[in-house]
């Protein structure tokens, strides 16, 4: 049933993948940022902010209101 949303999801995923190693990550950083961080949307917004340099807070900060749309759509459902 879920198997047409697993090609999205693939697709997805290399679009983050490639995005992250063009953005100066290694392989192992790159793994270790898909298990820590939920949203592949939130790893695109995290990336050219990690790749200026720009201050933890400022991209955990980013990360947080990118995610902020699940909560809304949880308290949709």
Known sequence: ??????????????????????????????????LLVFAGSAQLAALPLMAAHAPVWVIFVTALIVNLRFLIMSALI
């Open 1 to 34: 049933m879920s198997a047409p949303s697993q090609f999205g999801m693939g697709a997805w995923g290399l679009v983050v993948g490639v995005a992250m190693i063009k953005a100066g990550l290694t392989l192992s950083q790159a793994l270790g940022m898909t």
